[in-house]
């Protein structure tokens, strides 16, 4: 690392060759990703701003941030109260939930978008915040799955974006992959990659190409096991029971789709089937277009390939 890049400026970078640690994080989209990333960003020191579109929305936010924090303290401070109560005050007095998105940037040296996976929402997202963030100020999206560059192009600061990739749930999953595009600058990919740790993450870095490491080896999997129920080879409940029994995974490709969202699924998939039309892993699929059509998403609206209590 050359010489300027190790002179940390407290407040403005003053220079293209400074840069200052993410302390201020702005979060914008404050659904199951967005409250996650939120919540491990607040619990670990930094200040943070959420935004989304309603009140209504920010304000259930908060009350699944404040769930989750309540599993978390369970685990870290067994059988203190005191102290499980001062954590989840202390990352609450941290976190700031509104729905003025140019506000929220104002003095954010992170702005990272965790909204709803459509490109077009995702680039008018961030050329209105291209205009009113400082100069200094890092943008990141956490998408699953539409390239990097291709949001960056909405905005003047190639040089100052790239992709944090958190997992779900967030407050669990200990990894985020980091993704530069060409433009990245090398202080930017530093600072992205250090708050990645700062949050207590393992940070993996991969080139801006479809689905990154995780989603571009999960994809055929969650694909051929959707097939493999539509072919009426298994259930989807003996598939998810294979997988976690004989392949040691936590969940079951069908419990994983309704934990992501099938809605967020959909717009992966129909994203990558317009981009490679002839990739039979890309190809649209019934059950879950239907699934989406009834408005069945998952574990978020009660009802997806299983059904749960709300
Ligand atoms: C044809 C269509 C094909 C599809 C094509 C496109 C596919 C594209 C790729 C897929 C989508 C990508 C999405 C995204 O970009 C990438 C991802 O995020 S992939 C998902 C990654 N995550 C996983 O794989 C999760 C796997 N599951 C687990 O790790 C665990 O099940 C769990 C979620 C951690 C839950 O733990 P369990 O032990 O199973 O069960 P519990 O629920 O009892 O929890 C135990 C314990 O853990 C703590 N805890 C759990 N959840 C939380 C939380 N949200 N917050 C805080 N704490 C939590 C808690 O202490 C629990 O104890 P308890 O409170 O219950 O006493
Ligand atoms: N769900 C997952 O497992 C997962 C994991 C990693 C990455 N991702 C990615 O993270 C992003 C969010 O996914 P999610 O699962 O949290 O979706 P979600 O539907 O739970 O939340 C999206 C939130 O964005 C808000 N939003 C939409 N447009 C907005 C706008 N213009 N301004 C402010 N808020 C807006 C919505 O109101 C909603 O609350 C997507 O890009 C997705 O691909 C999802």
Same mark, same amino acid.
């Given at each position: ?20 640690? $993410?302390?201020? @994080? ?8 967005? !409250?996650?990333?939120?919540? @491990?960003?607040? !619990? ?28 978390? @303290? ?13 954590? $989840?005050?202390?990352? *609450? ?5 509104? /729905? ?5 940037? =104002?003095?954010?040296? #992170? ?5 709803? &996976?459509?490109?077009?929402? =995702?680039?008018?997202?961030?050329? /209105? ?42 407050? *669990? *999953?200990?990894?985020? &992959? ?9 202080? /930017?990919?530093?600072?992205? +990659?250090?708050?990645?740790?700062? @949050?207590?993450? =393992? ?5 801006? +190409? ?15 096991? $959707? ?40 717009? $992966? ?11 039979? #892993?890309?190809?649209?699929?019934? !059950?879950?277009?239907?699934?989406? =059509? ?17």
């Amino acid at each position: 690392m050359s010489f300027s890049s190790k002179i940390f400026v407290r407040g403005l970078a003053t220079s293209a060759k400074q840069w200052s640690p $993410i302390k201020t @994080v702005t979060i914008i989209g404050s659904g199951l990703m967005g !409250s996650g990333i939120a919540q @491990v960003a607040a !619990s670990t020191g930094h200040k943070v701003t959420v935004v989304d579109q309603t009140q209504d929305i920010v304000d259930k936010a908060s009350a699944s941030i404040k769930k989750s924090l309540s599993r978390v @303290v369970k685990k870290k401070f067994p059988d203190d109260p005191k102290a499980q109560q001062t954590y $989840i005050a202390d990352t *609450m007095g941290h976190l700031t939930l509104q /729905t003025d998105a140019v506000s929220a940037v =104002k003095s954010a040296d #992170l702005v990272v978008e965790a909204i709803v &996976e459509n490109l077009d929402v =995702k680039r008018k997202l961030f050329a /209105t915040l291209d205009e009113a963030a400082p100069q200094h100020t890092v943008f990141a999206s956490n998408t699953s799955s539409i390239p990097i560059k291709d949001i960056a192009v909405a905005t003047k600061r190639g040089d100052r974006f790239g992709g944090l990739h958190f997992f779900n749930p967030v407050p *669990m *999953m200990k990894l985020v &992959e980091v993704i530069r595009i060409p433009e990245t600058s090398e202080e /930017t990919y530093n600072a992205l +990659e250090a708050f990645g740790k700062a @949050v207590g993450k =393992k940070t993996v870095q991969c080139k801006d +190409e479809k689905g990154f490491i995780v989603n571009r080896l999960l994809v055929p999997y969650m694909v051929e096991s $959707i097939r493999l129920a539509e072919r009426g080879d298994a259930s989807t409940r003996d598939i998810d029971v294979a997988m976690k029994l004989g392949a040691g995974y936590p969940m079951g490709p069908f419990e994983l789709l309704d934990y992501v969202g099938l809605d967020t699924i959909k717009f $992966i998939l129909d994203g990558w089937h317009e981009s490679d039309p002839t990739n039979p #892993l890309f190809q649209p699929c019934e !059950s879950l277009n239907k699934l989406v =059509k009834e408005n069945k998403f998952g574990m978020k609206t009660g009802e997806g390939f299983y059904s749960y209590d709300k």
